[in-house]
């Protein structure tokens, strides 16, 4: 059925070291592609988005582009910080049927140290 | 600036009450929806609505339930709570549902004991 699947964690960097969150979806259809952080006691806030293949979503640093070939939306940095420490979350969502809803994977906790 | 606000924070319920989970928004958005969170299964779907007066059964509703009557609110109601519904509750609203992301509250944090 329709998923998302993401690598599990934690992930453990060092302070200024390349990131990659992989994630590959199963949808029908033509979805958007999503990726939420979360950080402690927070709810989860937009962190990027792309609607169609080979868009690239970007924000903060972070980027990800929409494969369709791979169904695949890897979420990367160049250079993360300790402040980028949270959980993230790769979703997949439609406009139609279902409610609109948006379909989860089950989070990346990443952990940046000094 | 409020977005999306859900009320209380933090509750301890004994197994078998009954309460309220409030959520509001402030951004005319049609489409809201509830999520659980637990550990290692990240958000599923309990409710959701696609406008006032319109919910629907998500993948988990089991011992939920909800309404919807004004826009702005989207409460959800747990019957006779369960150890099995201690969990965090996401209330979320979008303007456009899937295709372009929702908007997340705070999150409420549940336990039953």
């Known amino acids: 059925g329709d998923s998302v699947t993401q690598m599990e964690g934690p992930v453990t960097l060092s302070e200024e070291a390349f990131l990659t969150i992989n994630c590959t979806y199963t949808a029908t259809g033509y979805p958007s592609l999503f990726w939420y952080v979360q950080y402690p006691g927070e709810g989860l806030q937009l962190l990027l988005k792309a609607t169609k293949a080979d868009d690239k979503g970007s924000n903060k640093g972070f980027e990800a582009t929409y494969r369709k070939e791979t169904t695949s939306f890897h979420l990367e940095k160049g250079s993360v910080q300790v402040s980028d420490s949270a959980v993230y979350f790769c979703?997949?969502?439609?406009?139609?049927?279902?409610?609109?809803?948006?379909?989860f994977g089950t989070g990346t906790q990443l952990k940046v140290e000094l | 600036n409020a977005g999306v606000t859900q009320t209380p924070k933090f509750q301890v319920l004994k197994t078998g009450q009954s309460m309220t989970l409030q959520c509001a928004q402030d951004?005319?958005?049609?489409?809201m929806s509830w999520y659980r969170q637990d550990p290692g299964m990240g958000l599923r779907l309990i409710h959701y609505s696609v406008g006032a007066g319109i919910t629907d059964q998500g993948e988990v509703p089991n011992g939920y339930n909800v309404s919807r009557s004004t826009t702005e609110d989207f409460p959800l109601r747990l019957l006779s709570a369960a150890p099995s519904q201690t969990s965090v509750y996401f209330c979320a609203s979008s303007y456009s549902g899937g295709r372009y992301g929702y908007t997340f509250g705070s999150g409420t944090r549940l336990t039953v004991v």
């Open positions: 979703a997949w969502g439609e406009g139609t049927g279902g409610g609109n809803k948006l379909t």
């Open positions: 951004m005319n958005h049609e489409y």
